[in-house]
């Protein structure tokens, strides 16, 4: 299983003060001390950056069967029964706040890629995705939503790495880390509405990935709150969901029936 790698800043020289000094070079001179609030900007850096390159490595969950050709369709009796558990594209309609906004379109993505494989009428949730695009003006964002969202497609790894260097280079970190949880959430509530259809199309090593993104998330958001302090009550609501360490399919399909109540509540949280 791939593990989160996180670089630590191990130390920082202090420098000191030599304004009051007569010893030292004269290239000391006027020097001030490094304060704790400039440790912890580096040391944000850091981290920043390596969880940059570990979000990169979060993958989608795999909703449907692969077939021969690499692609991912659901059987025509299985797409008789539609879902009724994904979001009302409305939603779209009340939303007031930057997070707000970033954390529904992550869901309402999530929600498109199953009308697409139940072939479902989902004009209302291109409409509701872009309307929260115009609103939100995010070129990055934009990017994102405009590929082919399929589970086939081969290059959606490359688009989602661009699109995290470029949230990051525009200091929307915190909006990405809250979209990619809400996006996860999401996912998972999916999962546990039809366990028994989905658990199957995971192999061991999805599973484990589940557990990788969980890992992202949380490392993510506990980083931000540094800087972002409002963001704690999102880390808070997602706690009970970090127990998920599976590595095996049916260590996964357990945990999460066993935090399905925890998933329905962060949901809900999200829509707030």
């Known amino acids: 299983m791939k593990k989160l790698t996180v670089l630590l800043l191990a130390a920082l020289l202090v420098v000191p003060s030599c304004k009051n000094q007569n010893k030292g070079s004269n290239n000391d001179q006027g020097k001030e001390p490094v304060t704790a609030e400039e440790i912890l900007s580096e040391e944000l850096k850091v981290n920043v950056s390596n969880l940059a390159e570990s979000a990169k490595k979060m993958k989608r969950i795999p909703f449907a069967t692969k077939k021969a050709d690499g692609s991912f369709a659901l059987t025509e009796k299985e797409k008789m029964v539609k879902p009724d558990y994904l979001l009302d594209p409305a939603t779209a309609n009340d939303l007031i706040s930057f997070s707000q906004k970033y954390r529904v379109i992550a869901m309402l993505g999530a929600d498109l890629m199953i009308t697409n494989l139940y072939d479902m009428a989902n004009t209302e949730y291109k409409n509701a995705i872009n309307k929260i695009l115009v609103d939100l003006n995010d070129d990055a964002l934009n990017q994102i ?114 935090i399905k109540s925890d998933i329905e509540a962060a949901r809900a949280f999200l829509l707030k």
């Open 145 to 258: 939503a405009s590929i082919d969202w399929s589970m086939e497609n081969e290059y959606f790894q490359e688009d989602f790495d661009t699109f995290v260097e470029e949230e990051y280079k525009a200091g929307r970190e915190n909006f990405f880390w809250e979209s990619t949880a809400s996006f996860l959430v999401e996912q998972v509530y999916i999962l546990t509405r039809n366990i028994d259809k989905f658990m199957p199309m995971f192999t061991d090593e999805t599973a484990a990935d589940v557990t990788f993104d969980f890992v992202c998330v949380h490392e993510g958001l506990v980083q931000m709150i540094a800087k972002y302090p409002e963001m704690s009550s999102l880390n808070e609501v997602l706690e009970p969901l970090y127990v998920i360490n599976a590595i095996t399919v049916d260590q996964l399909k357990e945990q999460l029936m066993s």
